[in-house]
């Protein structure tokens, strides 16, 4: 019996590997617009989807993003200023687009902008510093979204959001799963209300990669910069030593849970983009397969116990 059964779920598989291999075809007539293209993820699925044949749109941030990209790729990539949390950037962006692609359409946009700090303990913050990431990570995610919406609607083309296992469970303070989970949110209602169009709506959640939102320097900073403004007496209840052992979790652990090949994330966000049959979700990562997603469906207090034995202790600690 329990051969059958294991011979049922390897068929399933060799047959979802078949289904999920064919690509759409005519791809230089399909336009992908891609937010947060100066580096990281977006920038390398640019460079990528050129190469495959795509039509690339790429929005960057600076005008050094968009100079460099142009200079690595071919003639049909192009770049437009995008900052995603300004109505009138995403206007002008949109502006362009709809000239470039006339009556085909838009085949996909991928929601990849986002920023990682301020991070730290929620009594550490104020609201003003919620407002910056979630003006990035979700309002940006669907200000974006809406207004190429028609766009995609026309080429029954794709919305590809990009959340995080941080959109699943919530193991640190700040605004960044708050935004995450918002993103999840937001995928979801979207994906139900697109499928009536012939739009399909796909989330990646990937694990920890070695990119500019998980450079240690820059959390390390931004966590020092939020300490020092702390009143004395939430100081006392971290306690003096709280910032040195931040320090030392991040350089023994941290650093170690990074992947460094961001091609698993990129060829799941190229399946989203060019499979006949993409899939709904994709958790690119071991630490996202193995280790994040199971704990998002385990029992609150198991996998509450089992998050804070890794997480740094304020001195005042009861557990
Ligand atoms: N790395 C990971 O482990 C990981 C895991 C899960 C999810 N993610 C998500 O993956 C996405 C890409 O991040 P990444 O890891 O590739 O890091 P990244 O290299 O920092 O990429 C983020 C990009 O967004 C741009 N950006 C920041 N603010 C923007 C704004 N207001 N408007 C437009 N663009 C803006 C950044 O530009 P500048 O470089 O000029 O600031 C950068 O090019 C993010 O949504 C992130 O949350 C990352």
Not at 208 to 213: G, L, M, Q
Request: aromatic share 10%; net charge positive.
């Amino acid at each position: 019996m329990f051969l059958y059964i294991l011979a049922l779920v390897v068929l399933l598989y060799i047959y979802r590997w078949f289904r999920e291999l064919k690509r759409v075809p005519n791809k230089s007539e399909k336009y992908v617009y891609i937010t947060g293209c100066d580096s990281g993820f977006g920038n390398l699925l640019a460079r990528h989807l050129d190469s495959l044949g795509f039509s690339v749109i790429a929005g960057c941030y600076t005008e050094k993003g968009e100079d460099e990209l142009k200079k690595a790729c071919s003639t049909r990539l192009s770049t437009v200023p995008l900052d995603v949390t300004n109505n009138d950037s995403i206007r002008k962006a949109t502006e362009i687009i709809r000239k470039l692609v006339g009556e085909r359409g838009l085949w996909a946009v991928v929601n990849n902008a986002g920023v990682s700090v301020p991070s730290a303990p929620n009594d550490w913050l104020v609201i003003d510093d919620f407002m910056h990431m979630i003006n990035v990570n979700l309002n940006g995610v669907i200000a974006v979204t809406l207004s190429v919406l028609p766009l995609i609607k026309k080429a029954k083309g794709r919305v590809v959001n990009v959340a995080s296992v941080f959109g699943r469970v919530s193991p640190f303070g700040g605004p960044y799963c708050v935004s995450k989970y918002g993103v999840e949110a937001f995928n979801d209602s979207l994906r139900m209300n697109m499928v009536h169009f012939g739009v399909k709506v796909l989330c990646i959640e990937p694990g920890f990669f070695k990119t500019s939102v998980t450079d240690t320097k820059l959390l390390e900073n931004s966590i020092q910069k939020l300490w020092e403004r702390l009143p004395q007496d939430v100081k006392n209840d971290y306690g003096s030593d709280y910032m040195d052992r931040v320090k030392v979790m991040m350089k023994e652990k941290f650093v170690k849970m990074l992947d460094g090949d961001l091609m698993k994330v990129v060829s799941c966000m190229e399946h989203a983009v060019s499979a006949v049959h993409p899939r709904t979700r994709y958790s690119p990562g071991w630490d996202a397969k193995f280790f994040w997603l199971p704990l998002s469906y385990m029992p609150t207090c198991i996998a509450d116990a089992l998050l804070s034995k890794n997480v740094v202790k304020p001195k005042v600690a009861s557990l």
